[in-house]
């Protein structure tokens, strides 16, 4: 089966400074991984896909099969980049389930 | 199109009461997906469609919740005799490919 591992429950930055989110995950096939962001008051939305390998609101996130990660960083922390960050796995073919990470709450202090 | 529709955004009932959510897709898109989140979890999967067929079926899915999707359209998700453990948050996602787009979900209240 597979897990999402988000070790921070919170994550607390000064604006300007770099922001790196840690997600982990274990599978034994080849997954797509995403990054999912909840602002306050709104809806998940889709932030990420690994594979598209896109900078999405100075994000970037890279797939590391070796250490089996897929962290989330931005250079330059933003106040509007607060907000509530998921990892999530999709396992490929044969399933159609995402699993979520707990998440990691991120405030950015102006 | 303002994207995947839930209704109604909260609920509360009685404990042992019958519960119904709706969820209205993104027109275009034929996979469906009920997910379950609680206080400080991401979310977790319950259940998908695809067009009409149910294709998979969480172990979270007790046989008290059904969900259906008659005309590949808009989907229901039922609770049958509501427990206190039922409260958490429903969210309806729909996608095409692996991508899935969330609706603003139903909070259900279990007293």
């Known amino acids: 089966a597979q897990r999402v591992t988000q070790p921070e429950k919170l994550l607390s930055v000064f604006k300007g400074a770099p922001v790196e989110l840690k997600c982990n995950y274990s599978y034994s096939g080849s997954p797509e991984l995403f990054w999912y962001v909840q602002y306050s008051r709104q809806r998940l939305q889709l932030l990420l896909r690994h594979i598209s390998r896109e900078s999405i609101k100075g994000f970037t996130a890279d797939l590391n099969k070796g250490e089996t990660s897929f962290h989330l960083k931005k250079p330059f922390a933003q106040e509007e980049d607060s907000a509530m960050y998921y990892c999530a796995l999709h396992p490929g073919a044969g399933s159609y389930q995402l699993t979520f990470g707990k998440g990691t709450k991120l405030s950015v202090i102006p | 199109d303002t994207g995947v529709s839930q209704d109604p955004r909260h609920k509360i009932t009685k404990r042992g009461q019958n519960v119904t959510f709706r969820c209205d897709p993104i027109?275009?898109?034929?996979?469906l997906y009920w997910y379950r989140q609680t206080l400080g979890q991401g979310p977790e999967f319950l259940t998908y469609?695809?067009?009409?067929?149910?294709?998979?079926k969480s172990r979270l899915l007790s046989d008290r919740f059904s969900a259906e999707r008659p005309k590949g359209s808009f989907s229901t998700l039922e609770i049958q005799r509501t427990e206190q453990g039922d409260s958490a948050m429903y969210l309806c996602?729909?996608?095409?490919?692996?991508?899935?787009?969330f609706g603003p979900g139903t909070r259900l209240t279990v007293t």
């Open positions: 027109s275009e898109h034929n996979r």
């Open positions: 996602a729909s996608g095409v490919g692996y991508e899935q787009y």
């Open positions: 469609f695809q067009n009409e067929a149910q294709l998979e």
